[in-house]
């Protein structure tokens, strides 16, 4: 077995793993991830829960699983539009250049001079625990990596004798980039959405752990670690649960996504 | 005088997986003598100089007798040889401007062989290398970088790497791929030159004419067999095998000269044209035009600018001045153009059918018109359901063909289809062009670079670099 598939099993299983648990999870497990117990705060693993409880006897195992779909919805989304975004823009740069290209270069550069989490964080001083102006801010910030990879691709395809013969038997910019471009550019946005979905389940989580992001008492995996975080020594694995979710989603997506070296 | 042959091979057999590759090859070349392989691509020409080379793919099995120089290779395992490579047996590969290092300089890339190589210290090293350049003419040249040399050049620079560990025996694999007229015959003599000096040579071409130039001994190969074997100038005066002889009638020199087609209104003409690429000027003063079923030849050196004259015809490029006038009432899709490499002119992830079937819908032709010039052109409709990159040169060349008929052209720039194919494959698909001219009376640029295959197509031919000339701006350059 070679290296490369181990690689990509180990990947698809940490994945795999977490999404079944984002789908599966909050519909087999009974338990409310809001509802508090005071009496039965900070509760062993291996009881009645299978997680134990937090400071607030809520079962963890029930907020991992909806902070999980929280998560894997939020990256998914953000990584698509992200994508849409950047590959459309991306590829009509590359067909029309000229005025177009340079201003969507522009817009590029201008984002690309921000730091992402920046522009999270100043989107989310406009409604703050609110969850667009997370979707928002992290889109914005992934656009621009598919844009210049399609643009880069597109542009030197578009020289490439097979297009001019396409042109020359009449073909419009829609057989162009379906026949000629996009199978060319499906591999490399493949992977680059894997990364871009990691990228912004850890950003969403991050920023909740700062308290930036979505407010308690949502479920989410920053969230829990910073509520959990006093009572590191009382409950250590109730807050090593989500910092082990959030680092399979990450590395699962990273392993997916690798590119082979040789 | 040493009494052992520069190189003996008796019973050469190479197999893949059961199948014989290269069956029961013998041959015998002694110091100072030239053997040509001549075959198809496929018939294990390659194979057999790889053998020789010791440099197969560790998955094919061997067995026979190999000596280079009296040193015996038969029992021993393939890495044996490498301790041979550049010192008794050497190879000269294919299309020199990739095989030299474009970061170096000419000289520096042979004194490094004499150095590494040869164990000798840099400064004898280089005064060996500036010698070595010298004797091939490149005196003045040792300092330049592989992109300032002209094809010539550079194919001299690789021979004076090749042979700077002091080989006696030289592989030369398609020595003269992509190179026109002028640059084979100087490759033809530097390899003659290196033959007089005592190097034994193995030349793999399917160019007769250079076969021909080199003289010496010749083999022929077919489906992993060397069919004919002997003197060239012998054999190519009297071939025995079918083969040979179908070989010998493709080449161009030995076509019929194409008669002159009466003149009609043309399809597409143009006056005074003057082209730049790069801020180069190609070519000015140019006038040519292209009537109904009549093919014109446009011939040059490479670089001087003939596909720059196709894709003005075709408005793919614009002229610096002059005028590009089209017969009125054509549509734009019915100028079309045939590629030199045709795989890079179909989309390679589809199919070829999906490629016809796109330009039927496109066209609003019913779905089965391919499948009567499919018929015409000889393709079988098996071949459509294959990947550009799965089929042959030949039969992919077809397959553009075809896609360029179904929308029924007017004018077609066929831009060295056949420059990459066997000399046998290259007349199938020329005398397809020349049917299909005469027949749907398209006009048809034909660009080559050999002269011989131009006047075997056509009596109207275009010399792209004598404009120059006329023009009288040579010597601006």
């Keep these: 077995m070679s290296s490369r598939f181990v690689r990509r099993a180990i990947g698809a299983a940490c994945v795999g793993a977490v999404v079944l648990l984002a789908i599966l999870g909050p519909w087999l497990i009974e338990a409310d991830p809001l509802r508090q117990n005071l009496r039965a705060a900070l509760r062993p693993p291996f009881g009645d829960d299978l997680l134990g409880t937090d400071h607030l006897g809520r079962s963890v195992l029930a907020r991992l699983a909806h902070a999980a779909r929280l998560s894997v919805s939020f990256g998914a989304a953000s990584a698509a539009s992200a994508a849409l975004l950047g590959t459309g823009l991306g590829l009509v740069a590359a067909l029309r250049g000229g005025i177009v290209d340079r201003v969507a270069g522009a817009l590029c550069d201008a984002t690309m001079a921000l730091p992402g989490l920046l522009l999270v964080l100043i989107l989310a001083a406009f409604a703050p625990g609110a969850f667009w102006p997370l979707y928002l801010g992290i889109a914005l910030a992934l656009w621009v990596e598919f844009f210049r990879l399609v643009r880069t691709v597109a542009r030197s395809r578009l020289m490439a004798p097979e297009v001019e013969a396409a042109r020359l038997f009449g073909f419009g910019d829609l057989h162009i980039v379906k026949r000629h471009l996009l199978p060319h550019l499906l591999p490399a946005l493949g992977a680059l959405f894997a990364f871009g979905f990691g990228a912004s389940v850890a950003a969403v989580s991050t920023l909740s752990f700062i308290g930036v992001g979505l407010r308690p008492p949502t479920p989410e995996w920053g969230n829990m670690m910073t509520e959990l975080l006093p009572y590191y020594d009382e409950a250590p694995i109730q807050l090593l649960a989500p910092a082990g979710l959030l680092f399979a989603t990450v590395l699962g997506l990273q392993l997916l996504a690798g590119r082979d070296t040789k | ?477």
């Design chain 2, 1 to 477: 005088m040493n009494a052992a042959p520069a190189l003996e091979v008796e019973g050469l057999c190479v197999a893949a997986g059961g199948r014989d590759l290269v069956r029961n090859a013998c041959l015998s070349l002694r110091a100072g003598g030239i053997l040509v392989i001549l075959g198809e691509s496929g018939s294990g020409k390659s194979l057999l100089a790889h053998a020789v080379m010791g440099t197969l793919p560790a998955e094919l099995d061997w067995r026979g007798r190999i000596a280079i120089g009296g040193i015996d290779f038969g029992a021993l395992d393939p890495k044996s040889r490498r301790a041979h490579w550049g010192r008794a047996i050497a190879l000269l590969p294919q299309e020199p401007w990739a095989s030299l290092d474009p970061l170096m300089r000419a000289e520096d890339q042979i004194a490094e062989v004499h150095a590494l190589v040869g164990r000798r210290t840099w400064r004898e090293a280089r005064a060996l290398a500036g010698r070595a350049l010298g004797t091939l003419g490149l005196g003045s040249a040792g300092g330049r970088y592989p992109f300032q040399l002209s094809g010539g050049m550079a194919q001299r620079v690789a021979v004076a790497v090749a042979l700077a560990g002091g080989a006696r025996l030289l592989v030369a694999d398609e020595p003269t791929k992509g190179l026109d007229a002028e640059c084979r015959d100087e490759v033809a003599e530097l390899l003659l030159s290196q033959a007089r000096a005592g190097a034994a040579l193995i030349v793999i071409t399917h160019d007769i004419a250079f076969a021909r130039k080199l003289g010496g001994e010749m083999a022929v190969m077919l489906d992993a067999e060397i069919v004919e074997q002997g003197a060239i100038a012998g054999l190519l005066a009297a071939p025995r095998h079918a083969y040979t002889k179908r070989l010998l009638a493709a080449d161009p020199a030995g076509w019929a000269p194409a008669k002159p087609v009466a003149a009609a209104n043309p399809v597409v003409e143009a006056a005074n044209l003057a082209v730049e690429r790069g801020g180069r000027r190609l070519f000015e003063g140019l006038s040519v035009a292209v009537c109904p079923g009549e093919i014109v030849a446009a011939t040059g050196c490479s670089g001087c600018g003939k596909t720059s004259l196709g894709n003005v015809l075709l408005g793919l490029l614009a002229p610096q001045s002059g005028i590009v006038r089209r017969v009125s009432g054509a549509d734009a899709h019915r100028f079309q153009k045939l590629y030199q490499d045709p795989v890079s002119a179909f989309a390679s992830g589809s199919p070829l059918g999906v490629a016809l079937d796109d330009v039927c819908r496109r066209h609003g032709l019913p779905l089965d018109a391919p499948s009567r010039i499919l018929a015409r052109l000889r393709i079988h409709p098996d071949l459509l359901l294959r990947r550009p990159d799965q089929v042959s040169g030949g039969e992919l060349q077809r397959v553009a063909l075809a896609r360029v008929l179904l929308v029924d052209p007017a004018f077609l720039f066929a831009d060295e289809p056949t420059s990459r194919l066997d000399p046998i494959i290259q007349q199938e698909v020329m005398d397809l062009l020349r049917e299909v001219v005469a027949e749907r009376r398209l006009a048809m640029l034909l660009v080559t670079h050999d002269a011989a295959l131009a006047a075997g197509m056509t009596a109207k031919a275009v010399r792209v670099d004598a404009r120059l000339d006329a023009g009288g701006t040579l010597a601006a350059l």
